[in-house]
C-alpha cells in the first residue's frame, strides 16, 4: 500500500470525506479542511497579527502590513484609484491562492488550488464580478470594450470577434493556468520523490544513485515556492487588469 | 484521530473507485458540489473577515502611523525654525554688540586723537612765540652789533688819521665816510 502510494502521483489530488463513507453535496473533505486551514492561517496572520495594533510592528503585524501594501499598490497601479473598491476582494482572493499554494507545499498537505473547479470558481467570480460591475456602471456603454477605437469598418468585425474570443477565454486561461501550474508541479515532485524510494530499494548502487533525485526534489521545492507566490501573483494583477477593464470600459 | 481515521478510510475507499471509474481526481465531478460550497462557505467567511476587521484595522495602522510620523516631522520642522531663529537673534545681539564695540573705541580713539592734535598745537603755538621771541632778540642785538661797528670804524679810522696826519680829524667828517664805505 505505501509503495502504491509512492508510485501513484495522482493520488494526492483525491477527495476524500473525512467524516462519512462517500462524498456527497456538502460532504466536508480533506478538501474543506485545507480550505479551513487556509482560512484560518490568514485570520491568524491579518487579524491575530495585527491585534496589538502597536505603532512600531512585531513580525507578524509586520508581514501582515506588508500583504496589506503589496495587494494596495499591485491594485492601485493596475486598476486606478477607483479599483480601490475591490481591493479586499483581490486581497481575499490573492491571500486564498497564496496559502493554498503555500500549504500546498507541505508534505501530507492537501492543495486545494490544483482541483480546476476551485481555480475556475475563482475565475468565474472574477469574471462575473467584471461583467456585472461593468453593467451596472456603465449600462451598454460596456459593450464598448469589444469595439476599440480608431479601427477601420472593413477591419471591425474581425477585431470584435477577436475581442469577445479573448473575453472568453479570459476565465478559462485564468483558472487553467493556476490549476496546471499547481497539479504540475506537485505531480512532478511526487515522481522525484517515487524515484527515490523506489531506487533505495532497488539495491546499493541505485540507493547511492538516489541522490540526484533527492537532490532534484530539493531544487524543484524552491522553484515550487517562486511558482506558488508567482501564481497568486499573476491571479491577483490579472484580476486587477480585468477589474480594470470594468472601471474604463473604453480601451 | 478522526482525521488519520477518515484519511486511512479515504485512502482505501476512493483509491479503490477511482481506479474502479478511472477518473482522474480534479476531473471527478461528483466532488464538483461540495468543493464549490465549503469553497463559498471559507471563501464568503474569508472576504467577510478581511473586508470587516483586517484591511480596516491594518489601514488605520498605517494611517496612524503616518500621522504620527507627519506629526512628528511637523514638530522637528518647528523646532529647526525655532532654532534657526534663536541663531539669528544671537547672531544679531553679537553683531550690535560687536558695533557697539566698535562705536566706542572709535569714539575714544577719535578724542584721543583730538586731544594730543589740540595738545600739540598750543606746544606748537607756544614755541613759534618763544621763536619769533629769540628771534626779534636777535635782530635787535644785531641792529646794536651794527651801530657799534660804525662808531668802532669811526674812532679806528680818526686814531688812523691821527697817527698819519697828526692831526685829529673833524668827527662829522669821519663818521660820513664810514657811513659812505658802509654803504658802498
Known sequence: MAAENAIDPIHQFQINPLFSDHVGAVTFTNASLFMVIVVGLISLLMIVGTSSKSLVPGRLQSAAEMAYEFVASTVRSSAGHEGMRFFPFVFSLFMFVLFSNLVGLIPYTFTVTSQIIVTFAFAALVIGTVIVYGVMRHGSHFLHLFVPSGVSPV????????????????????????????????????????????????????????????????????????????????????????????????? | MADEKGQTAGTQVPGGAAHEG??????????????????????????????????????????????????DLDAATAMQGKATEAGAAYEKTLADAKARAQATAQQTRDKL??????????????????LEAAEAQVSAMKAQAMTNVGSIAAEAASAIVAQITGKTPDAAQISAAVAATKNG
Open chain 1, 155 to 251: 477591419l471591425m468585425p474581425f477585431i470584435v470577434l477577436i475581442e469577445v474570443i479573448s473575453f472568453i477565454s479570459r476565465p478559462i486561461s485564468l483558472s487553467v493556468r493556476l490549476f496546471a501550474n499547481m497539479l504540475a508541479g506537485h505531480i512532478t515532485l511526487k515522481v522525484f520523490g517515487g524515484f527515490v524510494t523506489l531506487m533505495l530499494g532497488a539495491g546499493a548502487l541505485t540507493g547511492i544513485a538516489s541522490i540526484l533525485p533527492l537532490a532534484a526534489i530539493v531544487l524543484l521545492t524552491a522553484f515550487e515556492l517562486l511558482v506558488a507566490f508567482l501564481q497568486a501573483y499573476v491571479f491577483a494583477i490579472l484580476t486587477c487588469v480585468y477589474l480594470n477593464d470594468a472601471i474604463h470600459p473604453g480601451h
Open chain 2, 22 to 71: 478511472g477518473a482522474f481526481p480534479p476531473f471527478d465531478s461528483t466532488t464538483f458540489s461540495s468543493q464549490l460550497v465549503w469553497l463559498a462557505i471559507t471563501f464568503g467567511a474569508l472576504y467577510y473577515l478581511m473586508s470587516k476587521v483586517a484591511l480596516p484595522r491594518v489601514a488605520n495602522i498605517l494611517e496612524t502611523r503616518q500621522a504620527r510620523i507627519s506629526g
Open chain 2, 113 to 130: 586723537a583730538a586731544d594730543a592734535d589740540a595738545k600739540r598745537k598750543a606746544l606748537e603755538a607756544e614755541l613759534n612765540t618763544k
